[in-house]
């Protein structure tokens, strides 16, 4: 596949082509011919807008995996599951933001696809990037898997983890697992869109009081999706 940049200059030539042709014809009154190219000149723009407009990289799935070890909420693993699919070459880091835990930390930062750089902080919460071994293959499936620690993170009798909608997925998944001596006595969802809460409450499932799982198909952009319980 050509790269991004290639093919829009090609396309904004063939544009220029289009239109010094179709003058030709005018002239000839030929309006079959021109009514025919007026149609590739259009075909033309939408292509190079698609081009312009269209993000390097397509999300289709994330998934959160918070597995609490502890009663005390002190440790937790942490994984970060997103599947995407490259739409340029060449893309040699990708960039993992919004992460953060209020009055904890988060460590030991692990990508399956490269090392990474950082974690930095960003406006009050920790951007981290994953260098790349190679750089991404255009068009084709990837898995990325981001693993961390979250240390001091769930202290309270009422807890809860939130993401928001930083891409345009297809899926969203938030996945708790408590330890087997204190399971959530009470489990609730939330969506949050400019202020406005609804609750999520056919897209909650509860195993045992252990087990939690928000699954949310194709989450509104922008929107701060939490899971929320009392245990």
Do not use: C
């Not at 021109?34 to 939408?46: C, R, T």
């Not at 390097?56 to 693993?77: E, F, K, L, Q």
């Not at 898995?143 to 807890?159: C, G, I, Q, R």
């Amino acid at each position: 596949m050509l790269d991004r940049r290639i093919m829009l200059a090609l396309d904004v030539f063939g544009l220029f082509v289009a239109i010094a042709t179709l003058s030709v014809f005018y002239k000839q009154q030929n309006f079959t011919v021109l009514f025919l190219l007026v149609i590739f000149g259009l075909a033309f723009i939408g292509g190079a807008l698609v081009l312009v407009l269209a993000p390097p990289i397509s999300y289709r799935r994330v998934h959160w995996y918070i597995d609490i070890r502890d009663t005390a909420g002190r440790i937790a693993s942490v994984r970060k599951e997103t599947t995407l699919v490259p739409r340029q070459r060449n893309i040699r880091s990708l960039v993992d933001r919004h992460m953060s835990v209020v009055g904890g930390r988060i460590e030991d930062f692990k990508s399956s696809l490269g090392e990474i750089h950082g974690p930095h902080v960003e406006g009050g919460s920790l951007t981290a990037v994953t260098l790349l071994k190679a750089p991404l293959p255009v068009g084709k499936l990837l898995s990325k898997s981001l693993s961390m620690v979250f240390k001091d993170a769930f202290p309270l009798d009422s807890e809860s983890v939130s993401w928001t909608a930083d891409h345009r997925y297809r899926e969203l998944g938030l996945h708790v697992s408590l330890p087997e001596e204190r399971p959530a006595r009470q489990v609730a969802a939330y969506r949050f869109i400019d202020d406005r809460a609804e609750e999520l409450k056919d897209m909650v499932q509860v195993q045992n009081g252990r087990l939690m799982e928000l699954i949310v198909w194709r989450p509104k952009f922008g929107a701060k999706y939490v899971l929320e319980w009392e245990w």
